[in-house]
Every structure is written in C-alpha cells, then in structure tokens.
C-alpha cells in the first residue's frame, strides 16, 4: 500500500523447526517478516536471493556450522553488510567472545527472552543517529 513502512525482513538459520518457528512467532507479532532456513547451506541461499535486512544465526548446525556461514556472507558483495545476530546455546564467555570477535553484531544465548531478541533485533537494523 502507499506510504506504508516496508518491513524489516530477518532470516532465520536453525536446523531446529521448533527454535525457528518460535523465533517466527516472535518476530511476525512485532512486525518484522520473517525468512525461514534449516541448514547452513540453505541460509547462505536464502540470504543470497533475499538479501534480509539482518541474519538470526544458529551456531551449530549439522551442514555447515554458524561461523561458517558468517563467513560465506561476507565473502559474498551482496551479503557482506548485512548485520548477523548468533542465536545460540553455546553461552560460555569463551563461545561469546567468538561470536563477537568474528564481528557479528550481537551473540544472544538460548534460551531467551522475547523481549532481547526483539530489541536486539530492531538496535542492529536501526541506523545510528548522527552526533
């Protein structure tokens, strides 16, 4: 429709259907639209052909692994900028660090709050104030 706001469009990579579902449940209730992958390889895909405005990544998965895919995005030109959350329950400081350090936007352990995967979500896609 006429000036309406596109939606923020997230994929969702979890080898997991119920962590995938819940995660779309969550994310379409807050407005967002929500992409769907179960594996690595298929994540890469999507994101390639999509082009989402931010990745909600799994670590491990059966395929391909998280960083992984992390990896291949950035490889890519069309997919290098967009922001990528780990969604994972490898929660040590150590598993944390790793997924920040590889310069992922945010790392957020399972389980989780609704509310700290909303926010998070909508912080990484919302662009920065000028100061």
């Given at each position: 429709?006429?000036?309406?706001?596109?939606?923020?469009?997230?994929?969702?990579?979890?080898?997991?259907?119920?962590?995938?579902?819940?995660?779309?449940?969550?994310?379409?209730?807050?407005?967002?639209?929500?992409?769907?992958?179960?594996?690595?390889?298929?994540?890469?895909?999507?994101?390639?052909?999509?082009?989402?405005?931010?990745?909600?990544?799994?670590?491990?998965?059966?395929?391909?692994?998280?960083?992984?895919?992390?990896?291949?995005l950035?490889?890519?030109?069309?997919?290098?900028?967009?922001?990528?959350?780990?969604?994972?329950?490898?929660?040590?400081?150590e598993?944390?660090?790793?997924?920040?350090?590889?310069?992922?936007?945010?790392?957020?352990?399972?389980?989780?709050?609704?509310?700290?995967?909303?926010?998070?979500?909508?912080?990484?896609?919302?662009?920065e104030?000028?100061?």
């Amino acid at each position: 429709m006429p000036g309406e706001t596109p939606k923020t469009r997230v994929l969702v990579i979890d080898d997991d259907p119920e962590v995938v579902d819940m995660l779309g449940l969550m994310l379409r209730t807050k407005g967002f639209e929500v992409l769907k992958a179960y594996r690595g390889i298929e994540g890469v895909g999507v994101a390639r052909r999509e082009l989402p405005d931010v990745v909600l990544l799994d670590i491990m998965m059966p395929d391909i692994d998280g960083y992984e895919v992390y990896r291949r995005l950035r490889l890519e030109e069309e997919t290098r900028d967009i922001p990528v959350i780990f969604v994972s329950a490898k929660g040590h400081d150590e598993d944390v660090r790793k997924g920040l350090s590889c310069g992922a936007q945010g790392y957020i352990t399972k389980p989780f709050r609704a509310a700290v995967l909303v926010d998070k979500t909508r912080e990484v896609v919302t662009p920065e104030p000028p100061t």
